[in-house]
């Protein structure tokens, strides 16, 4: 079954039918075809189930608090804060746009609204500033994937819900993967900055500058640590800490800062529930497949298929991320956990691999996945905000993929580099 779902999911998707009901759509078809129609009920008894869970209320509460901070003008902040330190180098306003995702992410834990986010204030600021459209847009998707590697992060709560891994662990292992990433995006534009003589954005900042910027983004940043202060020292759960992150955007935004007014609040809850009902639909039809797929033993099939190429953890490490790269060009990240990480995961615990280094492998492999193209959800939502085509930037976009890809390798060859930060904190043994 999941090797005639994959090729008829990707066919619906191209005929224009969307990732949700592609996800019900081919499983119901395979188990009509397939003479299961009995099983179909399962396929939407389990939307719900799969959707009704409260480690997943967290998506829903970080959707919002990122919704209430950027509504809030305060992503303003945060790329006037990374300006005032790094704006004056040469592409300087390509290292702001990098950092200020960096610093974004602690906040979200989304690509989409990094993107859109920084998107909207960084690429006509860059565009005037000398920088054409499309590299101006490629350099905001790729460095938006960055949003769900640093915590707080949607895509790992997902992959902790559903192969019950400490969110906790995942999320102290994705820091150094994440500054990592934004580190490898920098040392590329240093180097195009030179060949190609990109702009300086503007002089120097003095201390005094730098300590207003710091004063104006202290605030913001200080919900990343209240986050993972809370969920790694046992205040709060993953969950509880969302929350407190959203009453913590609300105060800053309506009543220390007061950007924002009480009458903005019903378009942005509205905004933040459109959002959330998408990842949740996503997570429900996932889940409902799993449920269908785990009807055929396809998950053990699979496993005896893979041992059969070799018993090399390393070897299969290096296939399996070609694997997952490849299915981040069709599939949103989302999804694509929940499809593969039951069939995957057991495979390689049960090679040695640590539960919490294979999850970051997955979780930011297919993060990168969000702005490969053809299909990378960022590279839309980079084309809506930059108004160039899709075609442009993902040629623009492809020396930064082919950084990230290397830092994938590090991280997944390196095992130390996302380990040491949980091990230190004892969410993690050996």
Avoid at 171 to 185: K, N, Y
Avoid at 373 to 398: D, H, N, Q, T, Y
């Amino acid at each position: 079954m999941l090797a005639l779902f994959l090729p008829l999911f990707l066919v619906l998707l191209l005929i224009g039918m969307p990732v949700f009901f592609s996800m019900l759509a081919a499983p119901g078809l395979l188990l009509y075809a397939t003479g299961m129609e009995r099983d179909i009920s399962l396929l939407f008894r389990n939307i719900y189930n799969g959707i009704d869970s409260f480690p997943l209320m967290a998506i829903p509460f970080f959707m919002l608090a990122g919704e209430l901070m950027n509504r809030g003008g305060i992503t303003l902040n945060l790329v006037q804060f990374s300006q005032a330190f790094i704006g004056h180098v040469r592409g300087g306003l390509a290292h702001v746009n990098i950092l200020s995702s960096m610093l974004f992410a602690g906040l979200s834990g989304s690509a989409v609204a990094d993107t859109s986010a920084i998107g909207s204030m960084m690429i006509p600021a860059m565009e005037k500033n000398g920088y054409s459209r499309k590299f101006a847009a490629a350099i905001t998707a790729a460095s938006s994937v960055i949003g769900p590697i640093i915590p707080p992060s949607g895509i790992m709560i997902i992959y902790a819900y559903t192969m019950e891994v400490s969110v906790a662990a995942l999320f102290a292992a994705g820091i150094v993967p994440g500054i990592l990433v934004g580190v490898a995006l920098m040392v590329v534009v240093a180097l195009m900055a030179k060949k190609y003589d990109f702009p300086i954005a503007g002089p120097k900042s003095s201390w005094q500058e730098r300590g207003q910027a710091t004063k104006s983004a202290i605030l913001p940043l200080f919900a990343p640590v209240i986050i993972l202060g809370g969920i790694i020292g046992g205040v709060f759960t993953p969950t509880e800490a969302s929350a407190v992150a959203t009453a913590y955007a609300l105060i800053i935004s309506v009543w220390v800062m007061k950007t924002v007014k009480l009458s903005d609040l019903p378009s942005i809850f509205i905004k933040g529930a459109k959002a959330s009902a998408v990842v949740l639909l996503l997570v429900g039809s996932a889940i409902a497949f799993k449920t269908v797929v785990s009807l055929s033993h396809s998950a053990e099939i699979l496993a005896d298929f893979v041992l059969t190429i070799s018993d090399n953890p390393l070897m299969l490490l290096f296939l399996i991320n070609i694997l997952l790269f490849i299915v981040g060009m069709f599939l949103d990240a989302g999804p694509a956990i929940i499809i593969l990480g039951p069939i995957l995961g057991p495979i390689f615990i049960n090679l040695g691999i640590d539960p919490v280094h294979f999850a970051i492998i997955m979780s930011v492999n297919l993060t990168v996945g969000l702005a490969t193209p053809p299909m990378g959800l960022v590279l839309f939502v980079a084309s809506s905000v930059s108004g160039e085509r899709i075609e442009s930037i993902s040629k623009a976009i492809l020396p930064f993929l082919a950084v990230e890809v290397v830092v994938i390798f590090l991280i997944t060859f390196f095992p130390s580099l996302s380990m040491t930060v949980p091990r230190l904190l004892g969410l993690v043994s050996g």
